[in-house]
């Protein structure tokens, strides 16, 4: 499965952006699909998760209660809503896909990845 990943930006704190991350290949659905961030000059960071289903997601604690993911299987397109944004929001957000029945935050049971979408939160 291939992943692009859009809808990064410029914005205030407070602000709200929808990120997207649009799969091309077979079997779309029978992936989970998490997010995961990184800020200039520090380690890749987990984000959010969700499993194939769309029945189970897991937030970082620094998001929890602010983003959402959520998952379109028609459009084979998994969303995250930003709210709130802070300035410590500010990333390189990648998506990425991994086909295990268990959802995992760990950066290196994901099988394939989307270039990145840069998303700035100015004070």
């Known amino acids: 499965v291939q992943l692009q990943a859009s809808g990064g930006g410029l914005v205030q704190a407070g602000d709200s952006l929808r990120l997207s991350c649009a799969a091309s290949?077979?079997?779309?659905?029978?992936?989970?699909i998490a997010w995961f961030r990184q800020a200039p000059g520090k380690e890749l960071e987990f984000v959010s998760v969700?499993?194939?289903?769309?029945?189970?997601?897991y937030y970082a604690d620094s998001v929890k209660g602010r983003f959402t993911i959520s998952r379109d299987d028609a459009r084979s397109t998994v969303y995250l809503q930003m709210n709130s944004l802070k300035p410590e929001d500010t990333a390189v957000y990648s998506c990425?896909?991994?086909?295990?029945?268990?959802?995992?935050?760990?950066?290196?049971?994901?099988?394939?990845w989307g270039q990145g979408t840069l998303v700035t939160v100015s004070s």
């Open positions: 290949g077979r079997a779309f659905s029978t992936y989970a």
């Open positions: 990425a896909a991994e086909a295990l029945v268990i959802v995992t935050t760990n950066p290196t049971d994901y099988d394939y």
């Open positions: 969700i499993n194939w289903s769309g029945e189970h997601t």
